[in-house]
């Protein structure tokens, strides 16, 4: 990981207003992506977030060369890519079908790609010994790779990948075939890979959580467009936009009266005057936002619960307790027009020998405190 330091920061990839669509005539054009623009950092471990269909692996493919955008350019470590060739990019892919030689052993399949570069002999063998220890295959080099499970035949995948070092790794939807425990497993295991070798990795997943574990940043999309993009940290407690917010973890949206703005140190913030007429502070997204009515949004894990009335945030009725091992989730009707559909969620975690429960049809409080409102 030499020179990890002094690269760090510099842009691996830039996007500049790429748009792509497929197919031509007004009916039969789909716009995968429209005026995407984005840089992503040497050494970053990147994810491209979002549900099917919103344009993940089309920029990836246009990254990796398979695909030439309709409009916009696209910049590796500084240079244009528009007319290389995908082979001559310095850029690899791992798919989601690994697509291994199965006639072929774990050591030839990972050599494979510096055999059809031309490379010696020696230095085959050698690029082969280290990545078996990279991916711990050391002990498989000589079977077939028809004969190992899915998760080392990932691993295989990986180092195949890896081998020629590559400056940019583009991984789409690389766990999706394996069950839950070794999905977790391999989810380290990538994070542990993308640290020791210093190369950029651009990972695909429409799993927030898998996102949120292994990103250094990510890029929320939808409908072909970027509409936020920001540490793992960022995107869960400060999700700019609606869609955002909905489509990362739990979280409860209510309608509010934004009074005033004012500018701190950690961000904008407003202050927001809550349907029972209680007024919090709550963050402001980057950008423009209107006076007036708008809506904010608080996690489960940032609300708590207290008497009704005396100065609470909303009152509500408990309906529903739903305990989880490390927490409870507490669910409540709201009094008056409150959240969406009038329901709140609070989640309290759990604590060893604590005393009894609510019960279900309790008149309670919200607490919501200062600076767990985020206005979207
Ligand atoms: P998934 O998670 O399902 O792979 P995605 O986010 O990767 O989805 P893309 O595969 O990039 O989405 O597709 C974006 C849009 O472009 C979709 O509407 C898709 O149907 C369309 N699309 C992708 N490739 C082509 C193609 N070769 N021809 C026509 N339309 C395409």
């Known amino acids: 990981t030499a020179g990890r330091s002094d690269r760090a920061g510099a842009a691996a990839i830039e996007i500049r207003r790429v748009r792509k669509v497929f197919g031509s005539g007004q009916e039969r054009a789909v716009v995968a992506l429209d005026d995407v623009s984005l840089t992503i950092r040497d050494n970053e ?23 030439q955008p309709t409009a916009g350019e696209i910049l590796l470590f ?3 890519l528009e007319h290389l060739p995908p082979h001559r990019r310095p850029v690899n892919t791992v798919f989601q079908q690994y697509a291994l030689f199965p006639h072929m052993t774990v ?32 002990d498989l080099a000589g079977r077939r790779t028809d004969q190992l499970s899915g998760g080392q035949q990932q691993r295989v995948a990986l180092a195949r990948a890896l081998a020629p070092h590559p400056k940019v790794l583009l991984l789409d939807e690389p766990l999706s075939a394996l069950d839950l425990k070794l999905r977790k497993e391999m989810q380290i295991e990538l994070k542990r890979l993308q640290h020791e070798t210093g190369i950029t990795f651009i990972f695909v997943t429409h799993d927030q959580e898998e996102a949120l574990t292994m990103s250094d940043r990510i890029a929320v999309m939808s409908d072909g467009a970027i509409l936020q993009v920001g540490t793992p940290r960022e995107i869960y407690d400060h999700p700019a936009r609606r869609f955002v917010a909905d489509f990362i973890g739990e979280i409860n949206i209510l309608p509010a009266e934004l ?15 809550l349907s029972s007429g209680q007024v919090r502070l709550a963050r402001l997204p980057d950008g423009p936002v209107a006076a007036g009515r708008v809506n904010v949004a608080v996690r489960p894990e940032h609300a ?33 027009p409150g959240g969406e559909g009038g329901r709140f969620v609070v989640e309290l975690q759990n604590r060893l020998g604590a005393g009894a429960d609510h019960a279900i049809g309790a008149r309670l409080g919200i607490l919501l405190t200062d600076g767990s409102l985020q206005v979207l």
Request: charged share 20%.
């Open 45 to 67: 471990f990147f994810t491209l977030l979002g549900p099917s269909g919103c344009g993940k692996t089309t920029l990836l493919r246009l990254i990796a060369g398979f695909e």
């Open 78 to 80: 500084g240079s244009h």
């Open 107 to 138: 050591a030839e399949n990972i050599g494979f790609g510096l055999m059809m570069q031309g490379r010696p002999k020696r230095e085959i063998d050698e690029t082969v010994r280290r990545m078996l220890a990279l991916v711990r295959m050391d």
């Open 304 to 336: 708590g619960l207290q008497p009704a009335g005396e100065g609470a945030a909303l009152t509500g009725t408990l309906s529903n307790v739903v305990y989880f091992g490390t927490g409870t989730h507490y669910h409540l009707e709201l009094d008056g």
């Open 259 to 273: 009074l005033e703005t004012r500018e701190a140190s950690g961000g904008a913030s407003a202050r927001v005057r």
